[in-house]
């Protein structure tokens, strides 16, 4: 397991090595330095002495005979470069050495006509080598290693060659050509767009002078190459519409964008569409990103992500209040009009410049009818297609109303398809970073979990193997108030193994009993020991779920009416108890938000659901070895079926996916629409169980909910003690150690929220699941008297916890033991248990009383107070509380002459510092 993790480690820095290289060439459109930086990489990649490389170019009419020009030759653009070589000298000899070399001359040539790789262990002895360049300069080439640099439609652009392996005679390895391949896919990229760069500088002379020529030039004398003056017009409006200093900025603008930002595609295209929007003189630019997918069909392809530019005002607006750049919602994505022309576009792979709407009416029917089910009017419409480097659609660029009101232009049409070139490339190019970036992610969380975990140890699981495992009964297993605090850890092992034995699925499915317990073992090990979600609350949350699919027998619901009843109920009953094991496996007892706020791996790697993606890994990871495989004996159908069924579950677990699905299913439910046999509806319901299992602890009888909610605070408080350290911000309430007294208030509004809609909804479609409804119902009661006890003045008191609240400790023996404490109840939270003083031992703690008291002519006899009389009620009165006595403490006391209303005082148990309560005691 060692060599395994010392192995991925060195493979994660020979990728971060890579990585690195590919961002020192990512942002250089300097041609020249580019190559540079390329041979410099590639020979510290591959450990050569040197390398050349040379580019595909047709030779110049001014230096060749006619028979030559425009025949492609590689060129040297740089020569000899070792990695310590010197840019400026480096530069200076590839001019003195640049001698074109034919297509199919030399090791060079030879790779630039074939496309095919060479690698030479002894140049002397291959015939295509040429001695020629060793005899000029007096080196001696021993081993080559020369490939080709493809662009992104398979053209060569340029050959690349490594020569001499440093350190060994036997020339360069599979590896070094493995390696070098790949970092050339990307100097590929770096150099096509280092020549478009070149390219477009290398225009801007000639835009000049051709704005000088239309701005002069006589309509009436129109050019031979225009047909007729509307095309002329139309040309010439296209052209001076945009300056050519404008134009030139932004086509250099949208280049520079390419490599400029590549770690997130929100920022990229904001970027181009800042430098495009003066550009694209139009009331409306929208760019619609596609997910990446292998196929180029618009409708297999999702819509990820859209943004939009509104230009309110008119043409040459600059004021950058008017020239914002909004990420479209998820609404709009699914729903506008807009987002289904786009994808009508992408999977028809065509332009689309609409002037009238009626022109489509006949030959295209149904896009005229999607544009008319747009709601803002339309003059004039320029859509088209993005395309990445592959020709597949990776985005949709949409033009609507041009701002001076007139028709999209055929010239409209070129500037738009340049844009989207430059998108294109710029997309491309950030997925492939993601991919990358993830990539490594993963690689890192995988190192991380290696080195935590470990698999069951062998006498541990020959020992559960061999032990006896006790009845259903024993354990209470179908019950819904089955504790665990009792458990011995061997004890809850023992508890799984008993309800597998029980649905007879080690038989049924054919389930090697040692491999079963070792799955469990594993299992648990691949829990941490955080405060809740540990390997305890995998066994309540599977034990709900017994005791659902028993007890509130939802186990008859779960199978279809065409199927193998019993063989499908098992499957359903196997699938769900390994998710709710497995359904927090490696929990850091931290939820989705902080993996986010902190920018860990697993955020990057999973953009929603993070933590419950990552158990879902876990779970596989478990099962993809054959020691832990209890699914091994399953055909490879109903593997796929149980693990589609595992990975519902266990995503369900995630409270953002039940609150998207809330709603439809109590509306289902309430109006009597289920189909327990459709395959969607019983996915839904499974879903639903999970939660109610996930959050069972709120359903337990209140001496262990009141326990149980212990325990989540806690966790959850550490989790806002980091945020406080880490990331120097404060928590929300549920988090905040320093705001726990509103626990009941938050803990009613959880079960109000989340619980109870759900126990009622399966309640009310099964009758024998009430009990979890009812014993929930109790225990709001509950939460709400100690929200009355908080908001009448009386807080949390506990040893050292909230275990009880203080009406209970003051109508016992232990009243005397209470430290209290006199407050100020405008400024309560500065004098009561704030300070340095609840840190000291409590028998030490000195009765204080605020300064304004003391300070006050009239002075309050405490000992009346704090001393409570005892409940001695009148005859035939009913008893006083001793929370009713401590309100009309406070009744008098208003009653009384103070100097000011600040002198108000409220009696308040000093709090001890770790008083670990919570806002929200969500049991998820």
């Known amino acids: 397991m060692l060599g395994v993790a010392l192995e991925m480690a060195e493979v994660t820095e020979q990728s971060d090595v890579f990585l690195s290289m590919v961002q020192d060439i990512a942002t250089e459109l300097d041609l020249h330095l580019l190559c540079h930086k390329i041979l410099v990489n590639v020979g510290r990649l591959t450990a050569a002495d040197r390398g050349s490389l040379f580019l595909v170019e047709s030779l110049n009419e001014d230096t060749f005979s006619d028979e030559d020009v425009g025949t492609p030759y590689l060129v040297p653009k740089l020569f000899d470069v070792t990695v310590d070589s010197d840019f400026d000298d480096t530069l200076l000899k590839a001019g003195l050495e640049a001698q074109p070399i034919p297509l199919g001359s030399g090791i060079a040539g030879h790779v630039a006509l074939t496309k095919t790789g060479l690698r030479i262990v002894d140049a002397y002895r291959d015939e295509r080598f040429l001695p020629e360049i060793d005899k000029r300069t007096g080196f001696v080439t021993h081993s080559i290693l020369c490939l080709p640099i493809l662009n992104r439609q398979g053209g060569v652009v340029g050959v690349a060659q490594m020569v001499n392996k440093k350190g060994t005679l036997n020339g360069f390895t599979s590896s070094d050509e493995e390696i070098f391949r790949r970092y050339l896919c990307f100097a590929g990229i770096g150099i096509q767009n280092a020549r478009l760069f070149l390219r477009v500088q290398n225009e801007k002379q000639r835009n000049q002078v051709l704005l000088l020529f239309l701005k002069n030039v006589n309509l009436l004398t129109i050019p031979s190459n225009f047909k007729t003056v509307i095309q002329f017009t139309d040309f010439v409006d296209s052209c001076l519409d945009r300056s050519t200093s404008c134009t030139d900025q932004v086509l250099l603008g949208l280049a520079e964008s390419i490599f400029q930002e590549q770690t997130s595609l929100k920022k990229l295209v904001e970027l181009m569409m800042s430098n495009a929007r003066n550009y694209l003189h139009c009331r409306r630019i929208v760019i619609y990103v596609f997910a990446p997918s292998e196929t180029s069909h618009g409708e297999e392809m999702d819509i990820t992500t859209g943004f939009e530019y509104i230009n309110d005002e008119g043409l040459g607006q600059s004021s950058n209040q008017n020239c914002e750049i909004n990420l479209l919602s998820s609404v709009q994505l699914q729903e506008s009009p807009f987002t289904h022309l786009a994808r009508f576009v992408a999977q028809n792979r065509q332009v689309i410049r609409i002037n009238e709407i009626s022109d489509y009416s006949d030959c295209c029917p149904e896009l005229a009818k999607l544009l008319r089910g747009v709601a803002a009017p339309i003059n004039q419409f320029l859509s088209l297609p993005i395309y990445n480097a592959r020709s597949a659609v990776v985005g949709v660029v949409q033009l609507l109303n041009k701002v001076d009101g007139k028709a999209f232009t055929s010239s409209d049409k070129l500037a738009v398809e340049s844009f989207a070139l430059f998108c294109g490339m710029a997309i491309h190019n950030t997925q492939t970073y993601e991919k990358v970036s993830k990539l490594s992610a993963k690689q890192k969380v995988a190192i991380e979990c290696l080195s935590y975990h470990s698999r069951a140890n062998e006498e541990d699981v020959e020992l559960l193997e061999n032990d006896v495992i006790p009845s259903i009964e024993y354990y209470n297993l179908k019950r819904y108030d089955f504790i665990d605090f009792e458990l011995s850890d061997l004890d809850t092992c023992k508890a799984v193994l008993r309800m597998f034995i029980h649905c007879d699925l080690i038989n049924i499915f054919r389930i090697p009993y040692k491999v079963l317990c070792r799955w ?184 262990i909910q009141h326990r149980v909610a212990k325990l989540v605070a806690e966790e959850f408080f550490e989790q806002g003690d980091m945020e406080k350290l880490q990331l120097n911000e404060t928590p929300i309430a549920m988090f905040d150690r320093d705001e726990k007294d509103n626990l009941p208030k938050m803990q009613i509004g959880f079960i109000d929220s989340i619980c109870l809609p759900l126990y009622r909804a399966l309640s009310e479609s099964f009758p024998w699941v009430k009990p979890i409804y009812e014993t929930c119902l109790s225990n709001r009661e509950q939460w709400k008297k100690l929200s009355d006890l908080v908001d009448m003045g009386l807080t949390w008191i506990d040893h050292p916890f909230i275990d009880k609240p203080v009406e209970h400790i003051v109508g016992s023996k232990e009243k005397e033991k209470i430290p209290l404490i006199v407050t100020d109840l405008s400024a309560s939270n500065q004098l009561v248990g704030r300070s340095d003083n609840r840190h000291h031992d409590m028998e030490h703690l000195k009765l204080q009383q605020p300064k304004s008291i003391l300070k006050s002519p009239s002075k309050i006899m405490l000992k009346s107070i704090l001393k409570l009389p005892k409940n001695v009620p009148a005859s035939g009165s009913a008893p006083v509380s001793p929370h009713q006595e401590a309100s009309k403490h406070l009744i008098r006391m208003r009653s009384m002459s103070l100097t000011s209303p600040t002198e108000l005082v409220d009696i308040k148990p000093l709090r001890p510092s770790r008083d670990y309560t919570s806002k929200l005691c969500s049991i998820s």
């Open 520 to 703: 469990i073992l594993s299992v648990k090990k691949n829990y941490r020991p955080v405060k809740y979600h540990n390997w305890r609350h995998a066994l309540n949350v599977a034990q709900t779920m017994f005791a659902l699919l028993k007890t509130g027998r939802l186990e008859q619901f779960m199978t279809d009416l065409d199927a193998s009843e019993t063989f499908q109920i098992l499957l359903i009953i196997l699938s769900l108890l390994v998710a709710c094991l497995c359904h927090d496996l490696d929990h850091r007892g931290t939820n989705n938000a902080f993996q986010s706020k902190v920018m860990s791996p697993l955020a990057v790697l999973y953009s929603t659901s993070t933590m419950e993606h990552h158990h879902l890994d876990q779970c596989t990871m478990i099962l993809s070895e054959d020691s832990n495989n209890i699914l091994q004996s399953l055909s490879p159908e109903q593997y796929r079926t149980s693990m589609h069924m595992i990975e519902h579950a266990i995503l369900s677990t995630d409270l953002a996916v039940y609150f998207r699905k809330k709603n439809r299913f109590i509306t289902m439910v309430d109006n009597g629409e289920f189909d327990w046999q459709d395959p969607d509806q019983k996915s839904l319901l499974c879903g639903m169980m999970m939660t109610g299992c996930d959050v069972s602890a709120i359903a337990k009888p209140w001496s």
